[in-house]
């Protein structure tokens, strides 16, 4: 059966459990919350944890399952550490967030002059996509090979990185083989 991606019309709601991987926190949605996302991918939310507002990107797992990445600051607003439940409301964003482009990939936009308006052109979407795929390897050979790839692939007018798994967690910070870290 196909998955529907119409926006649900209610907030996804729930609660889950801090969790550590490594040094970072993560707060990994439960099924039945995941279930209910557009995609197995990323997903663009507004989200509510604790009562505190964010728009945030919801990252997949590898595994059918989603995770929120926890930085310093949402930390500190919410007052929380691992192993303590936060109360979530999820809801699709009407608009992706623009990414933070890490500096490789930024210097190889500004110094490629001819394809800044490929990259101002397409959505922030694909933008995510972009800087998701030079970033998930730990490897700084191929993640340079990615950079001059992607700036390539744009001159050649390729709006998104192709082949790209997007259901894969790939944060290699947390994930191994496309899966989030103690996912069977």
Known sequence: MAKDTAAPTQPIEGTARIRAIGERLILPLPAEASERLRTRGQNAVTATLDSHPFEIVVEPDGAKGHWIGLDPEMLEVLGRGEGE?????????????????????????AEANDIGE??????PMARWEWVRWVSATKNPDTRARRVDVSIDK?????????????????????????????IE
């Open 154 to 182: 744009m001159r050649h007018g390729k709006r998104r990185p192709c082949c790209f798994d997007l259901s894969s967690c790939t944060d290699p910070e947390v994930s191994r083989s496309g899966k989030l870290l103690g």
């Open 118 to 123: 490929v990259w101002k052109d397409i959505t």
């Open 85 to 109: 439940d936060v109360v979530f409301s999820l809801t699709p964003a009407a608009q992706w967030p623009e990414p933070s482009v890490p500096e490789d990939l930024d210097a190889a936009l």
